[in-house]
């Protein structure tokens, strides 16, 4: 598995405005209490995190309405670099795609300040991805709109096609190919955002703190249909073309 979210530490860098990631401790064993524990502090728009319709149409499906089989299945990764924004031409070979689009702008697995000139995702190819039955498009932008963008065009294109949003992904590293996507998003009721939460292998901070891998992916394999349980065991192994 591979995970592809942004490690989140204390004074991770957020959007403009909204609160930095803070993790601090709370009950310690080393002070005499009978346990570690935690603090978390942040805003729903920290790091790798989905969109619900509701943070940009006041009228749109919250966090906990969407259905989770958006979030799990197979996807296709598609690297885009060098463009100001992302054209629908990059769909150029992909005559068909699964209903997962992840695409790698060039951003890097770690942020050490907010990236403000980040690559943006143009309406068209919205649109174009809508029109091959694609559901969920994640990028490893903070957003899909730019910076100061106050129209959110390409939050709406979404909005039109009826598909969902995955920002701030960590592609660094994932060739292009067909995997399969685990990303189930925290179950935050009434929520715009959230980080999602992996069902998959668990990592630990520094502070002890057990913390859940964020997104991981499996190369898509040519194999019958496979349970819940057999997808999260399997390990990594080649796309089969």
């Not at 943006?120 to 910076?147: M, N, Q, Y």
């Not at 999602?196 to 901070?205: I, L, W």
């Amino acid at each position: 598995m591979r995970d592809l979210s942004r490690k989140l530490s204390s004074g991770h860098p957020n959007w403009p405005g909204d609160p930095a990631f803070q993790l601090e401790r709370a009950a310690q064993i080393s002070k005499g209490d009978s346990v570690n524990t935690a603090n978390i502090r942040t805003g729903t728009h920290s790091g790798t995190h989905v969109d619900a319709p509701f943070h940009y149409d006041e009228t749109g499906l919250t966090l906990e309405q969407i259905p989770l089989e958006v979030y799990v299945g197979r996807c296709r990764v598609i690297h885009a670099i060098g463009f100001s924004s992302v054209p629908a031409s990059i769909l150029e070979p992909y005559p068909t795609l699964p209903a997962r689009v992840l695409i790698f702008t060039g951003q890097p697995a770690h942020w050490n300040h907010f990236p403000e000139d980040f690559v943006a995702l143009e309406p068209d190819l919205i649109r174009a991805l809508g029109l091959k039955g694609v559901k969920l498009v994640g990028t490893d932008s903070p957003s899909v709109d730019p910076l100061t963008s106050k129209t959110l065009e390409a939050h709406h294109a979404f909005k039109d096609a009826g598909m969902f949003i995955l920002e701030g992904l960590n592609l660094e590293g994932v060739p292009e190919g067909e995997y399969e996507l685990i990303c189930l998003p925290l179950p935050l009721v009434g929520a715009s955002e959230a980080p999602p939460s992996a069902v998959g292998t668990g990592v630990e901070d520094a502070s002890g703190v057990s913390l859940p891998v964020v997104v991981t992916v499996q190369p898509a394999a040519t194999a019958p249909p496979r349970t819940s349980a057999e997808r999260i065991e399997e390990t990594c192994r080649p796309v089969m073309k």
